[in-house]
């Protein structure tokens, strides 16, 4: 059973940079596209950007141009690289497959964009 371990949140203000790690156990985390996703309150689940076995990336529209996701299969870790934080970034954010069956979530990570 694969787990995930999202990590690298944090508070920071508007046009600042985070960067999110998502850390898988299992050997055939290598096989899969995988995607971040985010929660804010009161609003589903979203998936923001999306990553193939082979590099090829997608993005929702609200974070073309300021996020950026790859991964290292060698150590089963997805990355987003987020820049130019806006407000309306504020969510948690998890990692799993970008398509069904998805692996257990993981605890997420809070990432807060505040003045």
């Known amino acids: 059973q694969v787990q995930l371990v999202e990590y690298g949140g944090g508070l920071v203000q508007p046009g600042g940079s985070l960067r999110l790690s998502c850390a898988a156990s299992?050997?055939?985390?290598?096989?899969?596209?995988m995607g971040w996703y985010r929660q804010a309150p009161g609003n589903q689940r979203e998936l923001v950007a999306s990553i193939t076995n082979s590099g090829i990336t997608n993005y929702a529209d609200s974070v073309k141009g300021r996020f950026t996701i790859s991964r290292d299969d060698a150590i089963n870790t997805v990355y987003l690289q987020m820049d130019s934080l806006k407000l309306e970034d504020t969510a948690v954010y998890y990692c799993?497959?970008?398509?069904?069956?998805?692996?257990?979530w993981g605890q997420g990570t809070q990432v807060t964009v505040s003045p």
């Open positions: 799993n497959k970008n398509r069904l069956p998805r692996f257990p």
């Open positions: 299992g050997s055939i985390f290598s096989i899969y596209a």
